[in-house]
Each structure stands twice: as structure tokens, then as C-alpha cells.
């Protein structure tokens, strides 16, 4: 079993920065690509951003992509994702997720992760 913890949430005016943190437990070691996803009230939850075990390659969202940088310290089992230039739009509860299968960061359907943590609210206000 994996546990992933996520911490960093808040809240922020338009135009701020903030940087998520997701911690991973147990058998770390048997799991993939990790993805950062989100879920806005009243909406399903949505792909943000993945990351290869390696940290080499990283796949986002279009509506993320250049404001937001995913990447990971494999020492510490964590995995980050910097947010800048925030939107009231990315108001949202974000998710991180593992799997155990070997698939391709673009793979960003919720039904091909395996493990979710908890969830951190992310505010942003205008």
C-alpha cells in the first residue's frame, strides 16, 4: 500500500504563487508516473499535471502549462507542484495520485491511478 499526504494549500490573491507537496509512504517503490489533479465545486475532477518516477519528463494540463512546474525529490517521496501566476479559476481542491502500472505520463484518465491522497484546497481570490 502507498499513502500519499498533500500540504501546501491556502489562500492566495491573482497573481500569487504557491507550491504544493505531495508525501508519499510504504511501498514506494512500487509505484509510477505521479499526477497532481483537481477538482473545482460542482465539477469533476480534472487533470493538472504528471511526472515520470525519473523526473525527466512531465506532462500538463493546457490550461496549467507555463504557470505551472511539477517535479520531485525521489529522496525524499515527494512530489511538488509550483503554482504561479494564479487564477481565481484555479480555485480548486488538488489531488495527488500514484499508480502501479507503467503507463504514459499522457495517460491522464482518473481511473488509471491507483492511489489519491486527501486533497488541499487551493483559494484564489480576485
Known amino acids: 500500500q502507498v499513502q500519499l499526504v498533500e500540504s501546501g494549500g491556502g489562500l492566495v490573491q491573482a497573481g500569487a504563487s504557491l507550491t504544493l507537496s505531495c508525501a508519499a509512504s510504504?511501498?514506494?517503490?512500487?509505484?509510477?508516473?505521479t499526477g497532481w489533479f483537481r477538482q473545482a465545486p460542482g465539477k469533476e475532477r480534472e487533470f493538472v499535471a504528471a511526472?515520470?518516477?525519473?523526473?525527466?519528463?512531465?506532462y500538463y494540463a493546457d490550461s496549467v502549462k507555463g504557470r505551472f512546474t511539477i517535479s520531485r525529490d525521489n529522496a525524499k517521496n515527494t512530489v511538488y507542484l509550483q503554482m504561479n501566476s494564479l487564477k481565481p479559476e484555479d480555485t480548486a481542491v488538488y489531488y495527488c495520485?500514484?499508480?502501479?502500472?507503467?503507463?504514459?505520463?499522457?495517460?491522464?484518465?482518473?481511473?488509471?491511478?491507483?492511489?489519491w491522497g486527501q486533497g488541499t484546497q487551493v483559494t484564489v481570490s480576485s
Open positions: 495520485a500514484a499508480r502501479r502500472r507503467i503507463l504514459a505520463i499522457s495517460n491522464t484518465s482518473i481511473e488509471s491511478y491507483d492511489y
Open positions: 510504504g511501498r514506494t517503490d512500487s509505484v509510477y508516473p
Open positions: 511526472i515520470s518516477r525519473s523526473g525527466v519528463n512531465t
